[in-house]
């Protein structure tokens, strides 16, 4: 990434910061109440309606709407990296699982081998 990708990701990253707060969110409620009281002076139910959707909702919906996906992106992460500590602990588990069956493994084979021995000599002291 450029110098200029670089400064637009920082400041994109701020705002963005500033944005998701529900400081933000107040702040965004009350500049839309600034004009509430021309809307309803209008008298104009379209103006009113419009005030609503266009000015309070959007502005401050904005704000929480990311503050709720910020938060849901934590618990996300949350449950990710319990998920991968849990992974690696039982990752680890299996190992040594591995390493006890390996070792058992070749002690039967000893003893295998030391069975097959033994029945070798008593077959060749009974000729």
Known sequence: MN???RFNQKIATKIS????TMWCAYVFAAIALISLP??????????I?????QT?????????IMVG???SSKGMQQKIDETHTASLAEFELAKKSQEIAN???AA???ITSEMHRLIRDIEKRNK
């Open 3 to 5: 110098s200029v990708g």
């Open 17 to 20: 910061s500033f944005v998701s």
């Open 69 to 71: 996906q910020d938060a």
């Open 56 to 64: 309070f909702l959007q502005l401050v919906l904005l704000s929480i």
């Open 38 to 47: 021309a809307a309803i002076k209008s008298g104009d139910r379209i103006i």
């Open 103 to 105: 070792k058992e493994m």
């Open 49 to 53: 309606v419009a005030w609503v959707a």
């Open 108 to 110: 039967l084979k000893e």
